[in-house]
């Protein structure tokens, strides 16, 4: 979607990737290993994206494209869907206590759990 209105907007192919990837957050030299070209042609499609845009920045340009990637769409549907649950009975989560056996030693919660009955070597979670 945004890559279309880069085009549209009269950045090339190539520019309109490196204009995306940078709006996502990544660095010059990330969006260069993404797409197998150095960090200089990475600098060079910059400055191609900054005059065709008409923006001075990096953060200039990543305000440019917020809209179209989605990111207000996906803020407007995870607010619609807290205050659905915020209407709904909240469920309560519990853990289940018990015991459970590791390694053939029964690990019992709250006793000292000794491997040799309780005579003192092999003790089960006890600073291991």
């Given at each position: 979607m945004l890559r279309?209105?880069?085009i549209q907007k009269g950045l090339s192919?190539?520019?309109a990737e490196v204009a995306e990837l940078v709006s996502k957050g990544l660095s010059n030299k990330e969006v260069a290993n993404q797409l197998f070209v150095t960090e200089k042609?990475?600098?060079f499609h910059l400055t191609n994206i900054y005059k065709k845009m008409n923006v001075k920045s990096r953060a200039q340009l990543i305000v440019w494209c917020?809209?179209?990637l989605g990111f207000v769409e996906s803020e407007?549907?995870?607010e619609a869907?807290?205050?659905t649950t915020a209407t709904a009975?909240?469920?309560t989560q519990t853990i289940p206590a018990g015991s459970a056996t590791v390694g053939g030693v029964n690990i019992i919660p709250g006793q000292r759990n000794d491997i040799n009955g309780g005579r003192g070597a092999g003790d089960v979670?006890?600073?291991i």
């Open positions: 279309d209105v880069l192919n190539r520019e042609t990475v600098k917020l809209p179209h407007a549907r995870i869907a807290a205050a009975a909240p469920a979670g006890m600073g």
